[in-house]
């Protein structure tokens, strides 16, 4: 039975996941420049939406949530992993249908329900074309998610990571041909959201083929396998349902004020970055993880690799974080500013993008707590505190609108992301010891927060040092890229000296899983 790496899949998924949302951010470059903050891109942006609303309701996060721990342990007990796996690819492939064929027939409705701000004006019909070129991303996006679901239980990470990468690159390269020819860029963009779902299918199909995991479609079964996914799914999508409920009160509260929607798309991109590769990297290795060892009656390494995911999880994001709110405006500027994007769209972005950076923590901690819960197959107990995450959302975003403005949604997105880690942290008091985190935790956290303070006063101090390179054509870059790597540097430094991290316990690691298998 191949181990699970816990460091290594956690390296080979975050860099697979950095190198996506750094193109992802190359992505929004191209985006902002040759289309900008207007009409068109709200419209992108409310279309996009749609298919990935759905994906994480049906796919990675609900379906995922219930199909991780169940193809585990079955993977761990052998038995009949791939009947179970095919059952499920023909569930999920029939529902998808039917979603497809029924937003296809009403997108007007779904866009009106999604952005109500647009009804008024050219952006309703801009939304509805490009959602029903779009939507049909889906299908192959979800499916390729069940297949990359399967990989990452067995192990194999790499193909699974990679493939989002496969969107970016065919999308930045269908932008740079529609422009190099004249064409309308927007049009090349939309049609290649559905031809890069298909690619990233074929990719993890195939690594799944290879990985042993033959599975291959037909009609769909009610079995007693397939009830109990249904059993503990619904809750999950229920709860995913929420989450996507809180992005679409942030939507319909953007809708109503101009260029809002793209404004706080483009800091989304930004934070989402460091999100991605620390805290879906963790929480895609952690939970098949946690599952097999529970399975097997292993509490003490359940704990020890909870705890070390979010010691890792945290020692990565809260300097980014603190980045993220100190210098904001001078990696907005830097990035987006040019062609379409003017230098009021970057103040704007830059101030969404602080607001999401005290959040990004919150958004990592939910990605270490929740797997807790989901490999026990509990997917209830996250329902009802995305139920009170839910609240939080709302009534911040909606009552905090006629005062404040565009940028209540960001504000609601992040208190609402810390309501949820608080209920999480103390609703898994009840799981046990092996839900807590150990001494080991508890030391490092303070001395990650303090060298993180330390790298956020050097980072501003060279900031204002910097600062009129920043605003020169030619040293742009190369002066963003020197202020961010004496981030690093003096986070380092000051990690190492207050103990917060050793870089030989990551060496010790890599050597310990090279033994356990000379192939990693």
Known sequence: MKPIRLLSGFMTVGFWTLASRVLGVVREIFILAYIGPGPV??????????????RRFFAEGAFNAAFVPIFSKKYEGEEDPLGFARDALNGLAFVLLVISALAMVFMPALVWATAGGFAQDARFDLTVGYGR????????????????????AVGYFAAAAAAPVMLNIMVIGAMLIGASMGGDVIEWLVWTVPLAGIVQLA??????????????????????????????????????????????????VASQFEKAVGWLYAADRLYQLPLGVVGIAVGIVLLPDLSRRLKSQDDAGARHAFSRAGEMALALTIPAAVALVVIPLPMVSVL????????????????????YGLGLPAFVLQKVLQPLFFAREDTRTPFRYALWSLAVNAVLAIGLAPVLGWIAPAIATTAAGWAMVILLVFGGRRLGDTARFDDRFRRRIWRIIGASLV???ILYGTFLALEPFLNMNYWRYPTLLLLLSVGIVSYGVAGQVMGAF???????????????????
């Open 336 to 355: 987006f500013e040019r062609g379409a994007t003017s230098r009021a769209d970057s103040l704007a972005i830059s101030m969404a993008v602080a607001i």
């Open 41 to 54: 891109m709200d419209a992108f942006v409310a279309a996009f939406r749609l298919p990935n609303m759905f």
């Open 133 to 152: 070129i779009i939507f049909p991303y889906i299908l192959f996006i979800s499916l390729a998610a069940l297949f990359s679901g399967a990989l990452n």
């Open 455 to 457: 790298m956020g006063a």
């Open 502 to 520: 050793r870089l030989a316990d990551f060496r010790t690691a890599m050597r310990r899983n090279r033994r356990k298998d000379p192939d990693s």
């Open 203 to 252: 990719l993890v199909w195939i690594a799944a083929e290879r990985a042993g995991i033959s599975v291959r479609p037909g009609r769909p079964r009610l079995t007693p396998d397939m009830k109990r996914l249904v059993r503990v799914a619904v809750p999950a999508a229920l709860a995913g349902g929420v989450m996507q409920i809180n992005l679409l009160v942030g939507q319909q």
